[in-house]
């Protein structure tokens, strides 16, 4: 009586592609067949070290992973001497990329009604919205101050700092 309860867990029918299988033994062989099948390769050909040409690789080269190992160990960085900026004439061109993505992703919520930006003077089409401004050292983002808008203006920022892997200072 106390085993009356016990789950009983069967396949009782099974439908294949054109057949539906109702005998426990035929049910059992379709289903190890199935599984079989995804757990061995169809194809006979494998990459194998005798297809690579070693005449294109040096004598140094091929040793190098024979070697023993050394007891100094590659560890740590040295630090940049130079930063964003700062003499290197492609930090200019990598500067307005990376910025040129952050002002899309708060063209995008402002765009979707996330932040508000402010209103300035009049032209034909109406008042202009500044939403932020982006100097080579500074960033501008203007919206009000409301927990939801300071939220969304985080996880962009988050974003951001994610993507491009700068630092953002929340504070």
Known sequence: MANSHRCN????????ENNLLSLPAEIQEH????FSSLLSETEAWRPTIDGLNFAA???FSASWPERPFEELEPCGYFPSSRGLRQGDPLSPFL????MEALSCMVEVVV????ISGFSVGTNSN???????????DDTLIFCEA???????????LLCFQAISGLKVNLS
Not at 9 to 16: D, H, S, V
């Open 126 to 136: 109406g008042p202009s919205t500044i939403s932020h401004l982006l100097f080579y």
């Open 57 to 59: 690789v040096d004598n």
């Open 31 to 34: 289903v190890v067949q199935f």
């Open 95 to 98: 500067f307005d990329i990376v």
């Open 111 to 114: 765009g979707a009604g996330f």
């Open 9 to 16: 867990n069967a396949i009782e029918m099974l439908r294949t």
């Open 146 to 156: 409301v927990g939801e808008q300071i939220q969304v203006l985080r996880v962009v």
